[in-house]
């Protein structure tokens, strides 16, 4: 039977760690619950023996003795969103537990290992034992909680359900990034193909189409060669003499672009193009719908005012132009009027996400409707990642066949010539 390790809460509030052997981790949970403790992270153990120990240690036993912790700079110590994500989860189960949230900061804070975040929870435990708030507490680490995260927990507090808002906030943290792996995940794929095709040619174009250049010098001398052999001569000899400056032109391309993204008119532009560009226009359109329902719905569904809460989808969607959009409905709300025609006019969203919020609006259920359009459009973007795979797969096979096709044909025409001659 699997073991699993477990750091959990006994009824005093005092961490403990062990292992427990359990069919599933779902059963090991209940077990730990049945002997009346409260789980805080439990994962199956690699069944190294001696583990145990060096948990309680709080030092890692690794291959040459213990190692010690290296703390990064800059952006390698970043927090990820898995270890927020976690964070999160960890800390509404141990407010459904009904542990006190100073004890319950201070646990998580001693089992984190990412320093930047056990910093931040230290600073957070430090505040809420000053007087201060929750909120305000995540309001002073705002390099790693944003407005949504900040605003959801003020309108927990406020309620007096911080555990179910903090649960909310796992399973919307745990979905975004979910949905966020899977565009990755289909946009790996192509950007591999397009690599090596770029690699495959740059090799052939650099090593191998002049050693057939002068081979044909030496054999044909001054006749004439095929079009197509002359037009690959003649790619290869403008990458050979001006390499330097392709390749700069393509740093100034790239470097201008990132320039231009950093203006508004081009954000915006360039926004418009990718949710409108072909194949993957469809899959970018729907993760930026999913997202901005999920995140209204979620935080309407939290107890946040409506205003407040488009003010904060506003800034953390991941799209200029649905950013945009928002804050046009944001006005239309704010003077009373309905957040469908605005929605319409924007030419953004599919009509049955306005049909659906038209319908919320009128029936008072907008939170859950919008949550309703977040759950639809994440089960669409399952089916565009399918489809854009199946597509994308096959054309660029052909893609690379037809680069590398053309060269060899290119290089063989000639040879065909000579074997001609020779016979």
Do not use: C, W
Not at 37 to 58: D, F, I
Not at 168 to 173: I, Y
């Amino acid at each position: 039977m699997p073991k699993f390790k477990y750091v959990a809460m006994d009824a005093r509030g005092r961490e403990t760690r062990g292992e427990i052997e359990a069919e599933t981790q779902a059963r090991a949970i209940d077990l730990l619950k049945e002997r009346n403790y409260y789980p805080t992270n439990v994962t199956l153990s690699t069944g190294r023996r001696g583990g145990g120990a060096a948990a309680k240690g709080g030092k890692k036993e690794g291959k040459g003795g213990l190692s010690t912790e290296i703390t990064l700079p800059g952006f390698l110590n970043r927090v990820k969103p898995k270890e927020l994500m976690v964070f999160t989860r960890q800390l509404a189960t141990l407010q459904n537990a009904g542990l006190p949230l100073l004890r319950s900061l201070n646990v998580l804070q001693r089992q984190q290992q990412n320093v930047k975040l056990r910093n931040a929870i230290g600073g957070m435990a430090d505040s809420v034992e000053s007087g201060s708030t929750f909120a305000e507490a995540l309001a002073q680490q705002d390099d790693i909680f944003d407005r949504f995260f900040v605003n959801m927990v003020r309108a927990g507090e406020a309620s007096g359900s911080l555990d179910t808002i903090l649960v909310r906030l796992a399973d919307f943290l745990e979905k975004a990034e979910r949905t966020k792996n899977k565009v990755k995940g289909a946009m790996v794929y192509p950007m591999v193909v397009m690599f090596m095709a770029m690699a495959i040619l740059i090799v052939l174009m650099v090593f191998v189409v002049p050693q057939f250049e002068e081979i044909f010098a030496d054999l044909l001398g001054d006749q004439p060669l095929p079009a197509l052999t002359q037009f690959v001569l003649a790619a290869s000899t403008a990458i050979l003499e001006n390499g330097l400056i392709i390749l700069g032109i393509i740093v100034v391309i790239v470097v201008g672009s990132k320039f231009f993204k950093k203006t508004k008119v081009g954000a915006q532009s360039l926004d418009r193009f990718k949710l409108r560009a072909p194949i993957f226009g469809p899959l970018f359109l729907k993760t930026a719908v999913s997202n901005f329902s999920r995140t209204l719905g979620t935080l309407m569904t939290g107890g946040v005012p409506v205003l407040q809460a488009l003010n904060i989808v506003r800034e953390v969607v991941n799209s200029d132009v649905i950013a945009q959009a928002v804050s046009k409905v944001h006005d239309s709300v704010k003077e009373g009027e309905s957040m469908v025609t605005p929605m319409e006019n924007s030419r953004i969203f599919p009509s049955m996400v306005i049909s659906m919020i038209q319908v919320g609006e009128e029936t008072g259920a907008l939170p859950d409707m919008m949550m309703k359009v977040a759950d639809t459009y994440d089960n669409e973007v399952d089916t565009a990642v399918e489809a854009m795979t199946s597509v994308i797969e096959p054309i660029l096979i052909i893609f690379l066949a037809v680069i590398v096709g053309t060269i060899v044909i290119a290089m063989f025409m000639p040879l065909v010539s000579i074997i001609d001659q020779l016979a």
